[in-house]
Structures are given as C-alpha cells and as structure tokens.
C-alpha cells in the first residue's frame, strides 16, 4: 500500500490582474477582473516504498512548493484526492512557525510543538537541538536578531529531531551554511536509512543525485517525467541548457 498517494490533483489560485472589466467602468461598479492560474495540474504520484528519497525539479513557478504544502495539509488541492499514511513533518521555509520576538529557546519549544512533539519531549531533546543547530551562545536572544542563516538551523535542527516518517524539505535549508549543510545532509540519510521518506526540492542537481531515488519533474504544475535520478537530470537539465 502506497504512503503517498495523489490522485488527478489540481491547485487553482485567483490573482487579480489589477484592470478594471469595461463593464465596470460603464456601471460604476468596483470590482476588477480575476485571473486564474493552475499551479499544479491533474498530477498523480505515487510512493509505496520505505527508505526512499524523491527529488522533486523544475523551473520556478512550476509547482514543487505547492505540491509538498499539499501532501503536508497546509493547503487542499481544488481538485483530486490526496492520501498519506505516516507522520508528516513539513520544513519548507525557514522561518514558518517562528516568532521573532521570541528567543532561540522559546521558539524551539513553540516550534517544536506547532510540529507534533509534546513539551517533555522537547526538554529531553533540547540539548541535542541547541548542539545541532549551533545557535547555543545566542538561545536567549530574540530571534529577530539572528541571521537568516541562524533561523534556517535552528528550523532545521527542530524539525530533525521530530520522530516522523515523512519529511518534506524545500530548499531554503541551503541558506546555511557549508557545514551545517553537510551535517544536514548526513541527517537526512540517517532518516532514509530509519526508512523514512523523503521529498525534496532542489535547484541543486548534485544534492539530488547525492539524495534522490528517483526524480519528479514538473514544468508549468503538470508531471513531464518520473523515473531514476540520473535518467531524468540528464534530460531535464539537457531542456534546460543547463551543464
């Protein structure tokens, strides 16, 4: 039985094009013209398997962001079903769910819990947290201080020690810096290896090819190809006029 399932789904968002309609401006009525676009469109995916990694590729705008805060429940498809069977731990921004007024040690704590982990839980793990992220001489600062950097670890390191088997990780974890990428890295394989599943969006072809099992590639919200790493990078980058 599969533990990601989508079936023909579909995500329209409304944009207003910011141009009065003709016939509002003959009957005085306010109102403007909506545009309507589709981020993802008739996708199907399917992931049976424990242990594997999903690279999910494709220009910006295409729907990879949209498509992980699906199988996340963060936002519901227009149209189609979704099926996940697990935990699911989303890390698709660097600062969701943090405050900045709050200090590092506040906001593991809020964070932590936003995430599914209860208060004890955290405080058992809250030195392996402050270790990892690395933040540990700047816990009791507000976190409006800190750097980009310095939120994107300290966001990373959290949701790291939630014992899910699902994660869903978009790029912005890459802000950090080398080192602490590396130490993410070695993370993410030990939740492979726990047989976890992994989706993640990347501009990065080398970090697919390190991660992935198989990649996804969208173009325009729509599935051009799935299938093994190598096999679809080569095309996808060759498309792309990409080395």
């Known amino acids: 039985m599969e533990r990601i399932r989508l079936d023909s789904v579909s995500k329209r968002f409304s944009r207003g094009s910011g141009t009065k309609t003709l016939l509002a401006s003959v009957s005085g009525i306010s ?4 545009e309507w676009f589709l981020a993802l469109d008739q996708v199907n ?3 049976p398997d424990s242990g594997v990694c999903l690279g999910i590729i494709g220009p910006n705008g295409s729907g990879k962001t949209t498509l992980l805060r699906i199988i996340a429940g963060v936002t519901a498809p227009t149209q189609g079903k979704v099926m996940v069977r697990g935990q699911v731990v989303p890390l698709l921004e660097a600062s969701a769910g943090m405050q900045p007024e709050l200090t590092g040690r506040e906001n593991i704590f809020l964070n932590g819990i936003i995430l599914g982990m209860r208060r004890r839980e955290i405080q058992r793990k809250l030195d392996s947290i402050v270790e990892f992220s690395g933040v540990d001489k700047f816990l009791d600062m507000p976190l409006k201080h ?8 300290l966001g990373f390191s959290v949701a790291s020690h939630v014992d899910a088997n699902i994660l869903l990780v978009d790029e912005s974890w890459s802000m950090a810096d080398a080192s602490f990428q590396t130490k993410s890295f070695s993370r993410l394989t030990q939740l492979r290896k726990r047989g976890g599943i992994l989706l993640l969006v990347s501009h990065d072809p080398n970090l697919i090819r390190r991660l992935a099992d ?3 590639w969208l173009q325009n919200g729509r599935v051009v ?3 093994p790493t190598e096999e679809i990078l080569k095309d996808y980058l060759s498309v792309a006029g990409l080395p």
């Open 31 to 34: 109102w403007f013209q909506s």
């Open 45 to 47: 995916l399917a992931i």
């Open 146 to 153: 800190y750097s980009l950097g310095m939120v994107t670890r």
């Open 214 to 216: 198989q990649v996804l």
């Open 225 to 227: 190809r799935m299938g």
